[in-house]
């Protein structure tokens, strides 16, 4: 406290730097709250499509196992498959509060019959099925992949608003406090000195008068 100048101006800047860290405080926990319960609406839909993605998934490859049964030549229609082009992902941005996370979209979720590669006419119809089963599995992959970036980028975010959040509920805005009452403390230590002195002052100009 020893290099505070306990002066009007200063205790004037001191409530100016108060009150814009206190309404700095109350927007940062403004934006932590919304921030919190996105986090927190996304993060149920991650639960549920992760486990979506997980039961959907054995069922696709049971169906897959089963059509291997049907088509001895399934192998080489899926080495066929894989060397076409794959899907066209658009990533997109979105602001949270100021956090960027990704929109990702399918530009084209299903391919129709004649372009996925096979002769519809020669293989089974369970291919069909299964190629329509992983293509919708795709499309929650795509969605959960977007979801997970997100909720990453908002915890990170959430966890750096609580600190500044702290920082300025138990350290910068109690220090300020603290200088303030000293400042305070001292201008009114010199006014009573000074209504003391001109009072002594008053009572000898009037023994001096007598």
Known sequence: MKEIKPTRSALLRLNRRILLAKRGHRLLK??????????????????YLRRKVN???????KLYAKLKTVDRDIEKLA?????????EIEIKRKNVMGVT???INLKKEKKNLLDR????YTSSVLLDEVYDRFAEILKDIVR??????SVKLLAKEIEKTKRRVNALEYILIPALEEKRRFIQFQLDEREREDFFRMKRVKTLIKTVQQ
Do not use: H, M, W
């Not at 590669?117 to 519809?120: E, H, L, M, T, V």
């Not at 959960?144 to 970036?149: A, F, H, N, R, S």
């Open 101 to 103: 996370v990704p929109l």
């Open 79 to 87: 080495s066929v498959l894989s060397r076409t082009q794959g899907p």
């Open 30 to 47: 403004e934006k932590r709250d919304v921030l919190v319960i996105e986090f927190f609406s996304i993060f149920e839909d991650q639960k």
């Open 55 to 61: 039961e959907d998934l054995k069922e696709a490859f």
């Open 144 to 149: 959960l992949g977007e979801i997970e970036k």
């Open 117 to 120: 590669g096979y002769n519809i």
